[in-house]
């Protein structure tokens, strides 16, 4: 067999032993550790580091060039996608620890966010298509398909699928965990647990989130962290909601939907949800139609929020009140998979996800010694 290193291929003659009741046995490949895979660690590490920020196109060709390794763009593909999966089974083993804890944030306040952002997938339909399109193609040239035994995978429902994000971070930014998964909320919820105690989020002297108005975001949150000193509605997203009833009273382009704004949330910054929402009472009673029922649905939203709207205690305790941190780690963690013309099976794309989470979190040396030791 062969074996590729960073130092070049390897070939290897071993004997291989086979009986009815267990199949082949090729005790040499356990004792070298190449049971599992044809590539070396090195080599698998090379490839996903390079595919991060890449297309496995442009990995092959820098490849060749700069480390004289000859690998298809088809196998730079399954290697790193692969490893993709090893990296998820090996966070939810909890194997693979934090690269930080709440006893490393030097104030003991450790944040969190969750987010969720759509990443292309492939369709059912379009899947079906491909497949059609090949058939028809193979019995015209009287191939035969070239197509891996087992099953084909299935497409996704529809041409997007959303992906969540889950982040832990210190208060000055220096230090950061995120995860991501393509499951549904109650993945989300698992992963809370799972990472929170991985961080040790129990430990920090306080710990409080900051997200989006979503309410299965703060249900999550609710439910899986119940430690959490606070949860903090985004103020760019408290924002965004008063700015929408402005525009729906007023007129987009109005003066006086920027005075009134800015007298809502001047109140919100300043002296909290309950002053404004008192008053926004009497605006509410002025309009009809329309107009009342905007701002009845901004009564509506705040009222709903007003333990996680109370900024002007948030600011005297010294607490973040935006979500950037976590919201610029939506854009990193999918920019691979947002490429102009590029769509993936879900488990193709969680993969890159998670990889480049490895990376961001400061897990990547662990990670791979983890891979070298096995």
């Not at 070396?40 to 890449?54: A, F, H, N, Y």
């Not at 962290?225 to 382009?253: C, N, Q, T």
């Amino acid at each position: 067999m062969t074996h590729l290193t960073v130092n070049g291929p390897v070939t290897i003659d071993r004997k291989v032993y086979w009986s009815k009741a267990t199949g082949s046995v090729r005790p040499s490949d356990r004792f070298l550790g190449i049971a599992q895979h044809s590539v070396s660690p090195g080599v698998r590490e090379m490839c996903c580091l390079e595919s991060l920020d890449s297309s496995f196109t442009r990995v092959a060709r820098s490849l060749k060039q700069t480390a004289q390794l000859t690998l298809s763009e088809d196998r730079i593909r399954r290697v790193v996608e692969a490893e993709g999966q090893t990296v998820i089974r090996a966070q939810s083993s909890s194997v693979l620890a934090a690269s930080f804890t709440a006893e490393d944030c030097s104030d003991g306040v450790m944040v969190t966010g969750a987010d969720g952002v759509f990443v292309p997938v492939v369709p059912e339909t379009q899947k079906a298509r491909r497949r059609a399109t090949e058939a028809k193609k193979r019995k015209k040239e009287g191939r035969r398909s070239t197509r891996r035994p087992g099953r084909p995978k299935h497409g996704a429902d529809g041409d997007y699928k959303e992906a969540k994000i889950l982040a832990f971070y210190n208060q000055n930014k220096s230090k950061t965990h995120v995860v991501a998964t393509l499951g549904d909320c109650n993945e989300l919820g698992r992963m809370m647990r799972r990472e929170g105690r991985k961080v040790k989020l129990g430990k920090a002297k306080f710990s409080y989130s900051v997200a989006d108005g979503a309410t299965w975001i703060d249900r999550q949150y609710q439910v899986n962290l119940p430690m959490l000193g606070a949860r903090i509605l985004d103020w760019y997203h408290f924002k965004e909601h008063v700015v929408e009833a402005s525009h729906a009273v007023y007129g987009e382009d109005s003066p006086k939907a920027s005075i009134w704004r800015e007298k809502m949330l001047g109140a919100a910054w300043e002296h909290g949800s309950l002053v404004m929402l008192h008053r926004l009472w009497p605006y509410v009673r002025r309009h009809t139609c329309e107009r009342r029922e905007a701002l009845a649905s901004l009564r509506s939203y705040v009222e709903s929020r007003t333990s996680n709207t109370d900024y002007p205690h948030f600011r005297e305790q010294g607490y973040d009140c935006g979500s950037g941190p976590t919201e610029s780690q939506c854009g990193t963690l999918t920019a691979r998979v947002k490429g102009a013309g590029m769509r993936w099976d879900a488990d193709n794309a969680a993969s890159m996800m998670v990889l480049s989470a490895l990376d961001h979190s400061q897990q990547w040396n662990a990670y791979w010694k983890l891979q070298r030791a096995a």
